[in-house]
């Protein structure tokens, strides 16, 4: 099954567009996790566990698993969510970009290595550094849209011909020319629904993966309102320190899915 129908599928079967960022951060695990050798995947099994039936994604963010020199039990995670909860596609957040040869490096990175369904990327250098991931055609690619943060504006914001911003023209492309084989997909902030309402109606209903709510205070209704597609769905809508360190003991799994289980069903009450 390719990233897209797995996604759809997610969405219908866990009646959720909720995406469990796992940010997994050594400073903040509880104590009787810590100077475990395994500790990143005994954390991340835990949210896993205790959320995958509220989750339509994982989102595990590379950055911290390298920084922990934890990039074996990322692998391992993957692994484990492939075979414990099949029905939950992963998102592996690494945002790449580069020069075409380098890009196929990121891409078998991405989808041989660590068998990850979609991918985020850059942008930046335009096609030929997006073009090596379309080859992998049965997985996501998510590509940097109109980002959560606020110098996202810097340049996202900035008007290019046609009198459009970049971010309109960065969706056009992804939606359109870039999508090749129908497996793309966008980054747009919940921190700004109405460019967010934007992308969505220029892209129809292509899927966006949406941080911001949680920690970063994105407006869960203004979020849900502003990018659902026709159908109700549409979105992933990620949050991950809200729900990874809602509890700082042993119950952390169960204070997590507390919080998963109430973002999930609050964006549902803004779907119809
Ligand atoms: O525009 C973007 C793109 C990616 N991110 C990533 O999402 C999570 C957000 O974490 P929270 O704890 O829910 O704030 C994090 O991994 C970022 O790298 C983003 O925030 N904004």
Redesign the pocket.
Known sequence: MNFRAKLSAAWQRHDSLLCV?L?PDLKRFPAHLKGRPDAVLAFCKGIVDATADLACAF?P?IAYFAAARAEDQLQDLIAYIHEKHPSVPVVL?AKRGDIGATAQQYAREAFERYNADAL?VNPYMGFDSVEPYLAFSDRGLIV?CR???PG?SDLQNLTVEGGRKLYQHVAELVAGKWNVHGQNAL?V?ATFPQELADVRAIVGDLPLLV??????GGDVEATVKAGRSAAGTGLMI?????ILYAGSGEDFADAARQVALATRDEVNLYRA
């Open positions: 960022g940010d989102k963010q957040d985020t940097l980002t959560s943060n996202g980054v902030g941080p911001g709510i949680g920690a970063q990620s949050s991950s320190r809200a």
